[in-house]
C-alpha cells in the first residue's frame, strides 16, 4: 500500500531526512505551515509508516571504529544450511551491523564495523569464516559514504 | 575525548533515537540542562553529525532496491569525482559509497517497479560516466539493520 503525500510533505521531509530533531515550530517554519499544521502532517507521516524512526549519525572513527567493510557472502553448500540458521548465526555477531539477502553474485551483503584492521581480521577469521556453509568471501573497505535525499 | 557520561548518552540514545534530552535525563536522572549541554558539545566536536528521520521507501511506493557495484574507468583523470557528481543527480539514488577493493563504488537506487527500474537502468545508470563494469544485488530482505555500536 502507497501512502499520498504531496509537495508539503516531500518538503517536511526533506528537512527531517537531515534535521530530525527540529520542533513542529521549526520544521514548519521551514517550510511555510504554522506548528499546529506541521505538527498534524508530522504525526501522519509517522504514522503511515512513510517516517519509520530515527537513527543517529554518528562519526564511528571519533568513536574507535576506523574500519567498516562490506563483504558480499556466497553461500557454498546451498540446500545443505538453511538460510534461517545463516542468518541468525550472522546476525548473532556484534561486529555485524547489516544483513541483507541479496539476489546476484552475492546470497548476502553484510556491513561489518570494527575498532581496526586486525579486529576486522579477527572477526572475519574467527566468526564468519567460521559459519557453516560460507563459501566465497568478498571484502571491499569503507572510504567515504554519503546518505543523498532520494526522490522527494 | 569522550568521557564516561558522553558514552552513557550515546549509548542510551542509540537504541532509541526517539528519546528527547528530556527522556535521556530522566533514564539517566540527571538534570535535563546537562544532557543538552553535552549533546551540544557532540555535535560541535564532530562525533554527533546529526539525527535523520528515516524514510521507509516501500511505504511511498518504491518496491525495488537494487546494489549496484561499480568499477570506474580509471584510466581517465577525475573520472570518480565526475562520476560521483553524475549519480548525485539522480533522484532515485538514496546512497553513495567508495571502496578500496575490487569494488571502486556502490549506488542503492530504489525504483517503483521492475519497469521503473528498467527504464532507470538504461537512461538514467548506464548513462553515467566512466563506468568500466557494472553489478546488480537485488535487494530480498533487510535481515539486521545497524544495531548499537558497543560504545
Known amino acids: 500500500m502507497t501512502a499520498a503525500i504531496d509537495d508539503l510533505d516531500r518538503a517536511i521531509l526533506r528537512v527531517i531526512q537531515t534535521n530530525a530533531t527540529l520542533s513542529a515550530g ?17 504525526r501522519r507521516l509517522r504514522e503511515t509508516g512513510v517516517v519509520k524512526g530515527r537513527e543517529l549519525n554518528l562519526d564511528l572513527e571519533k568513536l574507535g571504529f576506523g574500519v567498516t567493510v562490506f563483504l558480499g ?13 545463516f542468518e541468525r548465526a550472522v546476525s548473532a555477531i556484534p561486529e555485524v551491523r547489516r544483513v541483507e539477502h541479496v539476489l546476484g553474485r552475492y546470497d548476502y551483503r553484510l556491513r561489518v564495523t570494527a575498532r581496526d584492521l586486525p579486529d576486522f581480521e579477527r572477526v572475519l577469521r574467527r566468526r564468519i569464516m567460521a559459519l557453516r556453509g560460507v563459501g566465497e568471501v568478498e571484502a571491499n573497505v569503507l572510504v567515504s559514504e554519503e546518505r543523498l535525499t532520494g526522490p522527494l | 575525548m569522550l568521557d564516561d557520561f558522553d558514552r552513557r548518552i550515546l549509548r542510551m540514545w542509540q537504541t532509541e533515537p526517539e ?133
Open chain 1, 26 to 42: 521549526a520544521v514548519g517554519r521551514a517550510v511555510g505551515l504554522s506548528q499546529p499544521a506541521a505538527w498534524r502532517r508530522l
Open chain 1, 73 to 85: 557472502i556466497k553461500l557454498a553448500t546451498k540446500g545443505q544450511v538453511s538460510l534461517e540458521d
Open chain 2, 19 to 151: 528519546m528527547t534530552a528530556a527522556d535521556l535525563a530522566g533514564a539517566l536522572d540527571v538534570p535535563t540542562a546537562r544532557v543538552t549541554r553535552r549533546i551540544e558539545r557532540l555535535r560541535e566536536t564532530g562525533v554527533l553529525r546529526g539525527v535523520s528521520a528515516v524514510i521507509d521507501w516501500a511505504a511511498l511506493g518504491y518496491g525495488v532496491e537494487v546494489s549496484l557495484r561499480i568499477q570506474i574507468d580509471k584510466t581517465v583523470a577525475g573520472a570518480f569525482d565526475a562520476f560521483m557528481a553524475a549519480a548525485r543527480k539522480v533522484p532515485e539514488v538514496t546512497e553513495m559509497q567508495s571502496f578500496l577493493g575490487r569494488v571502486d563504488l556502490r549506488l542503492t537506487v530504489i525504483a517503483r517497479d521492475m519497469a521503473h527500474w528498467q527504464s532507470l537502468y538504461r537512461d538514467r545508470i548506464l548513462t553515467l560516466p566512466h563506468i568500466a563494469e557494472i553489478e546488480a544485488l537485488m535487494h530480498v530482505a533487510t535481515v539486521k539493520t545497524d544495531q548499537a555500536l558497543p560504545i
